[in-house]
């Protein structure tokens, strides 16, 4: 939901060693897909551990609007009545994605093949994001858009009455771009094919292949290709949502931070489409085990063990920033703490997140003592084994930039402020309790 309330301000300060286990929620990626695909599946979806932050309670809202019964059981325990590929009805107001990226482009993507009509909305953050990726391969679908100048939010779809398949070859390695043409080719008679140039976050194809769709994935000379056969009936499945990667990030980092430190993160994702983060920590020296692998719900899980230590500066190369996109923010902070200069490689993604990550995050280290420098498409920081502190961040209604800034205060000389923290709340709801409940120093 948009919402204009107050800005909550917080402050980091120096810790002591931070111990304990840190069960961080449901993947937000997961979480927003098991209600879209429940929606869409006939019959009755049972989903455990869904994150039931901000960005994912607006998807639920809006499959509520599209005539989907979803409703919560318990904490993470939610039950979605769906309508079936094509059932979708007309909402009767505005779909308000609040500041969810994901959640906007998703439910684009699976209203566009159906013959009604959607205006979407967003806060201001979502409402300066580009819309034109997705909404240009779903009018190749034959729906019909009405955005204005720049396409960006408010939007109409006036979805295809007559859907035809699509090959698409995506213009920038972005999951949610796939997605969305994946759930409108769901409508569609016949094959849609989606290639992209770097295999991008692949939780809509493992989920659709889970509800009982043919899709395949295969690796040619022309990039990553998936291939979906339209007008599948889709069957209900029990959905346990693992933790969530990304949130993890910031526990860990603040433990790889804090001198001492050493914590527990159970039951995390380790999809090798989201690992990119773990994979360059472990380049850079940082002691993390993962232990008790195991498949749960469909997707790879382990237990993070994670010490302090010390850390060096790498260079992280460009096909690796699909897999880490939005964990840069926080390994910019990583590599302040770290010995040495860490180079982010292929990151100008980063620049339409939800907020400017690249500039958010250079303006604010520098005001804390980094030396950071950026272009359109990299970010370097040398590291200097730790970071002054004492400056005020601006977070530009972003959770991530929010959360990055405070553990970065939780090992500065000085503590660090945030202007805003209420956006944490989109993303990581329980953030403030569960990080205090490890030792942190954050009001
Ligand atoms: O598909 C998804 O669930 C997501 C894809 C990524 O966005 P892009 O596809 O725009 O890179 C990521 O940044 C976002 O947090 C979640
Ligand atoms: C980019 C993000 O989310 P979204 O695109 O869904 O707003 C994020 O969570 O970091």
Known sequence: MSHSAEPLPMTARRSGPLAGEAKVPGDKSISHRALILGALAVGETHITGLL???????????????GAQVERLGEGEWRVRGVGVGGFAEPEGVIDCGNSGTGVRLIMGAMATTPITATFTGDASLSRRPMGRVTDPLELFGAQVTAREGKRL???????ADPVPVRYKTPVASAQIKSAVLLAGLNAPGETVVVESEPTRDHTERMLA????????????????????????LKPQPVAVPRDPSSAAFPVAAALIVPGSQIRVPGVSRNPTR????????????????????????????????????????????????????????????ACFA???????????????????????????????AAVETTPDTMTVHGKGGLTGGATCATHLDHRIAMSFLVAGLASEQPITVDDGGPI?????DFLPLMRGLGARID
């Open 425 to 429: 709340a989109t993303s990581f709801p």
């Open 154 to 160: 408010p939007l109409t779809i006036r979805g295809a």
């Open 339 to 369: 010995e040495g200069t860490t180079v982010m490689q292929g990151v100008h993604e980063l620049r339409v997140k939800e907020s400017d990550r690249i500039e958010a995050m250079a303006t604010g280290l520098v005001a804390n003592g």
């Open 275 to 334: 690992d990119g983060l773990y994979v360059t920590l472990l380049e850079m020296g940082a002691d993390i085990s993962f232990q008790n692998q195991r498949e749960e719900g469909g997707e790879p899980v382990a237990d993070l063990v994670v010490r302090h230590g010390p850390l060096k500066g790498v260079t992280v190369p460009p096909e690796r920033a699909a897999s880490m996109i939005d964990e840069f923010p926080i390994l910019s902070v990583i």
């Open 52 to 66: 039931e932050g901000q960005d994912v309670l607006d998807t639920a809202s809006a499959m509520r609007a599209f």
């Open 210 to 233: 889970g509800f009982g769709a043919s899709i395949r994935s295969e690796t040619t000379d022309e990039g990553h290709v998936i291939t979906l056969q339209g007008r599948p009936e």
